[in-house]
């Protein structure tokens, strides 16, 4: 059965990565391990600049609108029909590089997984060379986000972040990263 409920920019393929990424660091051994086989099974890869980090996350996942472990299990979609759309909206292109296969193997290694065979696709306007130039990069973070405050609190501490309160204007929110340096 197809999936229509496509990405429609970037943000929507980054929310996507971070949430594939939370399952992989999740405490819940069945989402964790869920997440960990997607990473395993992927052939192509999006890859996104956070901070001075390349992140790498299986095309089929971030291609579909607010993925979720429950969205895919009912439905994964077939990946050729996500990569068609990342390219028909310009969002992401084809990339071949060491650099890249050497920043995915490390990628991977974080996750505990060995694997050194993937095809990338790269955000449109950028070039490799974008992806290898430090940034500076400041993030909106996701402490209002259900289970995340705590989480967010413990990695600025120990990473010496500082970090700047406000009140809060509204009771809705939504989880967002915005990099300074980033082409969006």
Known sequence: MDRTDFIENRIDVIKNIYTLYSYAKSSIVDNKEWALQRFKQGKWYIVEVFGNTLFFAPSRFVGYKDNTIEKHKLNHGDGTQTNSKFHELKLYKEASDVFLTQQFE???????????????????????????????????????????????????????????????????????????????
């Open 106 to 184: 490390h990628f991977m290694i974080t996750l505990g997984i060995e694997k050194d065979t993937a095809k990338f696709l790269i955000p449109y306007n950028y070039e490799i060379s974008d992806l290898k130039k430090p940034r500076k990069c400041y993030f909106i973070c996701p402490t209002h986000c259900k289970g995340q405050k705590e989480n967010a609190w413990k990695s600025f501490l120990s990473k010496n972040i500082m970090a700047i309160g406000w009140k809060h204007l509204s009771s809705t929110y939504k989880c967002n990263f915005l990099g300074a340096d980033n082409k969006q």
